[in-house]
């Protein structure tokens, strides 16, 4: 089964302008919004296991409780490029086997 959000977050992490924190980054953001339904139950333990990666460092809020900067901007702020960089591999290998695969 292909899945747009995936592709969407491949484009992201190839093509955007960003350093790779940023570019993972804007991905991650893309691909937390797939539904479990969309992938099979080893894809989803995969993606779950990026995205708690990719979301270490809790969001930071204001007084009345809205979120100023997101779990995954928190995370890339305090990451190096190369452990971005590992994490975007694991990500792009996720499309690869959900839009690629026969």
Not at 55 to 76: C, L
């Amino acid at each position: 089964m292909k899945n747009d959000r995936l592709w969407h977050a491949a484009i992201a992490l190839a093509t955007g302008e960003l350093d790779a924190r940023g570019r993972l980054r804007i991905a991650c953001e893309i691909v937390s919004k797939i539904h479990p339904s969309e992938l099979s139950s080893e894809q989803q333990k995969t993606l779950a296991a990026i995205l708690g990666e990719a979301q270490r460092f809790p969001a930071i809020r204001d007084n009345s409780g809205h979120v100023v900067e997101d779990a995954f901007m928190q995370t890339a702020k305090r990451a190096t490029n190369k452990t971005a960089a590992k994490l975007a591999e694991k990500l792009f290998a996720l499309h690869m086997e959900v839009n690629c695969s026969k």
